[in-house]
Nanobody
Framework: QVQLVESGGGLVEAGGSLKLSCAAS????????MGWYRQFPGKQRELVAD???????NTADSVKGRFTISGDNAKKTVSLQMNNLKPEDTAVYYC??????????????WGQGTQVTVSS
């Protein structure tokens, strides 16, 4: 089994910064993609940013220039540096990992979610 442990959420004032971190552990042969999604109340979960084991990244337009994703394949971790936070960034943030349990077999895992609240 695979577990994702998230940390770094909290309350911050507009213009401030937070860093979210996620560590994967368990039966992982290799990482395909790790990333962060967020979910606003009553809305669908949406991609914030993700990164492949090869280092390719995708970042949502709404956070480009403010958020930066990075990963460490050896440690099986991913982090999201969030700068210049805005009240509209307030959401539950979820770590996501798509992993190879063995050659040719992938599974999609989610963390429990961590609350990020940005006050004005």
């Amino acid at each position: 089994q695979v577990q994702l442990v998230e940390s770094g959420g909290g309350l911050v004032e507009a213009g401030g910064s937070l860093k979210l971190s996620c560590a994967a552990s368990g039966s992982i042969f290799s990482i395909y993609t790790m990333g962060w999604y967020r979910q606003f109340p009553g809305k669908q979960r949406e991609l914030v940013a993700d990164i492949t084991s090869g280092g390719s990244t995708n970042t949502a337009d709404s956070v480009k220039g403010r958020f930066t994703i990075s990963g460490d394949n050896a440690k099986k971790t991913v982090s999201l540096q969030m700068n210049n936070l805005k009240p509209e960034d307030t959401a539950v943030y979820y770590c996501n990992a798509v992993v190879y349990a063995k050659v040719g077999v992938t599974y999609n895992y989610w963390g429990q979610g961590t609350q990020v609240t940005v006050s004005s």
